[in-house]
């Protein structure tokens, strides 16, 4: 792939993903505030936990499905061999660890490069909801 298709196809599969994120997120705001009405029986503490391990779920949820995405993606552009080899240089290269005993040839190299940038932006993403999410559950705790 030329470098210009590479940088194409991944902005298209990290768009994908961010909006995967986005929405999963979204979502587990809802299902806290359905959830939170039939768990006010509960004490504080308990409560708070269950919501937030409901809201960290839908975090860890939304990376595996992206990283999923992308080993799918490295397979069929036959730039891996096979989805175990796939799934881990994703993940490695999702989180920005990039060990480097599993790499991609020239023609794909940009391409796993926006891999590396989907994870930095939805890390980010993931972390000032979950810092968002706690900071207001914490208010709601005090009073």
Known sequence: MTTTIQILWGSVLL???SLIQIFLLLAAVQL??????HLKDI?????????ASGAFAAVVLGHTI??????????YLGALPDIASAIYF??????TVGYG?????????VFAAMAS???????????AFLVGLFGRMLRGFEH
């Open 90 to 95: 994703s993940l490695v290269t999702y989180t």
């Open 32 to 37: 806290m505030r359905l959830a939170a009405r």
């Open 117 to 127: 940038v989907t994870g930095v932006l939805n890390f980010g993403l993931s972390t």
């Open 66 to 75: 992206q990283v999923w995405l992308w080993a799918g993606s490295f397979v």
């Open 43 to 51: 004490h504080g503490m308990l409560r708070m936990s269950i919501l």
């Open 101 to 109: 005993d599993v790499t991609v040839g020239p023609a794909f190299r």
């Open 15 to 17: 768009g994908l993903c």
